[in-house]
Every structure is written in C-alpha cells, then in structure tokens.
C-alpha cells in the first residue's frame, strides 16, 4: 500500500501539471487559433491510432500485469520477458497495418465529402499506432517493475509540454498548419522513445530469449489471458474513441472538433483514476497470486471512496464554473455545453467504482472483463446510432454516460456476489450530499466582472465546502490523515481529526 499511495501522489502532481498544460493548449490556445476542423483532425487521428495500438500489443499488456510475477527475476533478466513483448509488438503492429491498409480506401471515400482534411492526412495515422504500441508496451513493463511514475510523466506532463511549445510556435507563424501535424506526431512519438533510454538505462532491457522457462501451462496461461485482453484492450479503447468517429460519419469533421475540445473538460475529471489504476494493477496481480483477500478489499474500498470524493469535487467544480468556460470558449463550442457535464458524470462512475474492474480482469474470472467490455461496445454503438442524428453532439455524450452507468453497475454487482466486496457504504451516501452542497455554495455566488478572479473564488468556496465536510464528518481515513500530516508537517500543528 506504501508503493500505491507514494506513486500515486507523484503521479497526481504530474498528471495535473499536464491537466494545467493540457488546459492552456486544448481549451485555450486550440478554440481560439485553429478551426474546429483542424481541431476534429487531430482528435480523428488520435482515435484511429489508439484503436489500432491496442490491436497491436495483441493482448499482451493484460498477460504482462497478470504474468510477469512469474518471471520476476532481475538477475535471469526477468527470463526474456522483454524479447517477448517486443516480438508480439511487433507482430501485432504488422497486423494493424493490414487492417489499416485494408480500411484505407473505405475510410479515404467516405470522408471526402464531410471531412477532406483528413483525408490529406490519413496517413500519419500509421506513426502515431506504432510509437503509441510501443509505449503502452513499454510502460506497462515498467509498471510490473514497480515504477509506474515515468510513464505518467512522459504522457501526461512532458508529452503536453512540447504540444504547448509547438502550438506556441504555430500562433506565432513560425511554421504552418502542416508542419504543425507532423510535429504534434512527434511530441506523441517522444514518449516512446524517451522510456525506452529509461528502461536501458536502468539495465532493465535484455533481449535474449529463455524459451526453457516457458513451459506448456505458463504459454497457455498467456495465450488465453493475451486472447480476451486483445478484446478487452480494444473495446475498450473503442468505446472512449467511437463518439468521434460516429460524429465524424454522421455530423462531420467541425463538430468533432467541437466535441473533442468540450470532451476533454469531461476527461478531467477521471485524471486522478489514471495514476491509481495503472499503479495498482501490479499489487492486484500479487494479490491474487498470494490469494490475499484483504488487501484486495481494502483496496477496493479505498480506491472507490477517494476517487468518489476526487471526482465528485472536479466535478462540481468544473460545472460550478461552466459559465467561465463559456467565457473562454469561442461562441461556436457553446454546442458542447452539456458534453462537458454528461462525459464529466460518465466518466465519475468509473471512479466510484474503483479499481472493480482491475480487480475483474486480474482474477481467475478475468473473462468477464472482456465480456462486460463487448457489452459497452454493443451499447454505445446502439445508444450513438439512435441519439446523436436527434441531439447532435449532445446524444454522443449521452450515449457515453447511459453505457458507462449500465456496465459500471453490472461490475459493481459481479464483484459483489462473486468475490464478496461491496465498496458502497453510507459514505459513499455522504460525499454525494457533500459534493451537491459544494456546488450549490458556489452555484449561488454572484458573477464577477474579472473572469479570473470570478474562476479563483468560486472554485475557493466549492473546495473549502466540500473539504470542511469531508474532514469534519470523518468520511475517509486516508484524507484526515493526510490533513494532519501536513498541518503538523508545514504549520506545525498538532491536531487530531
């Protein structure tokens, strides 16, 4: 639990350093320099490359978080492990080229008409799959070496640092539009990269096969656990991604840029969630192998408290100030108002359930995973196809929220009768009256002329509301304790809450 909440704390401070970096470039700088075309570009690339990456790792990202416990051996390097991801990278990235150029005239003929900017550029899909495969490889490897930090760092905090920076040097006509594109491939290609150097450093990167360690029952465990996380890996990262290609198909290349830059208000909230579950699902996997039952509750519990709380106050929060974000935003992404709210409280219920489905897909039932996935696939095409012809980008977000409450529920209740944990208490009863007391004491303040001083204030008294509540009625031990720590740490106060 000490590795959980130390990389988890560093890997907050990195990913909302990113946040604040990701703000100034995608809801500041994007709305008021690009179209929202050039916008719905970059957006469509990403979503087509993620898609791919993940068919690329073939599933093996889901056999390394489940395996590699087996072949922990630092001075037998690890058995080969790294010969083997490489290789099955590398065979699953050949695959996805086949998929892609198999899809590339549909994709070219269909988009002529409504989006012909990406056609122009359909291509760098392909260096976007590769270095985006070879990371998530990468840095899965080292979160089974218990360093889950540099990979957080290298996405969410360095890898929005050059966007910022190139984005700069665009406003300021140093280059154009399509030198812009090719350099935003190659800020999402440093990572990659970059953790690579990290991990030979570390002497971490061996590339010799032990193909003796790899006896009939370990390959067969792999196969069967890389064959569902292929489905899972790629459904899932289909589901985040479908609403813009759907939007792209039925509305157009403008309105994906319009829900790409209201959507990532939305993602904000689940920001805290990214560092928790990456690090976790190493000491799940032990867990399970030890069969300890008890940290694994417990860590169910906690993760679905604080991360209920977290989210809930990002939330309210940021619909709290969404008049501000309409003063920032240009006139044409006020379509996207209620984006922000609905893919906000979507992207809560995968916080309040915790790690649930970390703990679903590391166990001996990890097949559920898969299928629980394939049902949010099924969904959100079905809720796209009916909602988003009626309420526009709107009925994408929508779309978004209902699959996310149906699957997160039916997870919840899987872990309850099949493991016996329940992570709902009275608590989690308390921190939603909390959360809607917070917004509504920072609802009811009158606006300010200064937009910035409007935004400092308002988000002062959501937090302090929320926070005061929080600590006073005792609803998580871990933010007490912390509140103490740091009072006697940096005020020199001794208290006991």
Request: aromatic share 16%; hydrophobic share 55%.
């Amino acid at each position: 639990m000490g590795i959980i909440r130390r990389q988890s704390i560093i890997g907050t401070v990195f990913t909302y350093l990113g946040v604040l970096l990701g703000f100034i470039t995608t809801a500041v700088l994007f709305p008021k320099y690009l179209t929202t075309a050039q916008i719905g570009l970059i957006g469509l690339l990403l979503s087509y490359a993620m898609f791919l990456a993940q068919i690329s790792s073939l599933g093996f990202i889901s056999a390394t978080t489940r395996f590699f416990t087996y072949f922990r051996d630092k001075e037998k390097y690890h058995h080969g492990f790294v010969f083997l991801l490489v290789t099955v990278t590398t065979a699953g990235f050949l695959l996805s080229l086949v998929i892609y150029f198999a899809a590339r005239e549909f994709l070219i003929e269909s988009s002529t008409a409504k989006s012909a900017l990406f056609v122009a550029y359909i291509d760098y899909i392909i260096p976007l799959t590769f270095f985006t495969a070879f990371f998530n490889a990468l840095d899965h490897y080292y979160k089974v070496l218990y360093n889950a930090v540099i990979g957080i760092v290298l996405k969410e905090f360095v890898q929005r640092l050059f966007i910022l920076v190139i984005t700069v040097l665009f406003i300021y006509t140093l280059f154009s539009f399509h030198r812009f594109v090719q350099m935003y491939v190659i800020c999402f290609s440093l990572p990659a990269v970059i953790i690579f150097f990290y991990l030979l450093k570390a002497g971490e990167i061996h590339l010799k096969p032990d193909f003796a360690f790899l006896n009939r029952e370990l390959v067969s465990g792999m196969a069967g656990v890389s064959l569902f996380g292929i489905i899972a890996g790629a459904t899932g990262i289909f589901t985040l991604n479908i609403d813009r290609i759907m939007i792209d198909r039925i509305l157009g290349l403008s309105a994906t840029g319009v829900y790409t830059t209201t959507y990532f208000f939305g993602t904000l909230i689940t920001m805290p969630s990214r560092s928790l579950t990456k690090i976790s699902a190493t000491v799940i996997a032990d867990a399970w192998k030890n069969k300890d039952m008890a940290t694994l509750h417990n860590l169910l519990y906690k993760s679905c408290l604080n991360q209920l709380i977290i989210g809930l106050l990002l939330l309210a929060g940021i619909w709290g100030n969404i008049d501000n974000v309409y003063r920032i935003l240009p006139e044409e992404f006020l379509a996207g108002k209620y984006v922000i709210l609905l893919v906000g409280l979507g992207f809560l219920t995968d916080m309040a359930i915790g790690v649930s489905h970390v703990i679903v897909s590391n166990s001996r039932l990890y097949k559920y995973a898969t299928y629980y996935l394939l049902l949010m696939v099924l969904l959100v095409i079905c809720f796209n196809l009916l909602l988003i012809p009626i309420l526009g980008i709107t009925g994408a977000a929508l779309s978004f929220l209902l699959t996310k409450m149906i699957v997160n529920i039916a997870i919840m209740y899987f872990v309850k009768y099949k493991f016996g944990m329940m992570p709902f208490t009275y608590r989690s009863l308390l921190v939603i009256l909390f959360g809607g007391a917070a917004f509504l004491a920072g609802w009811f303040l009158p606006a300010m002329t200064n937009l910035y001083l409007d935004i400092l204030i308002r988000s002062a008294v959501i937090t302090i509301v929320f926070l005061v509540l929080i600590i006073f009625f005792r609803v998580s031990e871990d933010i007490n304790e912390r509140v103490v720590y740091y009072l006697k740490r940096f005020l020199g106060i001794n208290v006991r809450l």
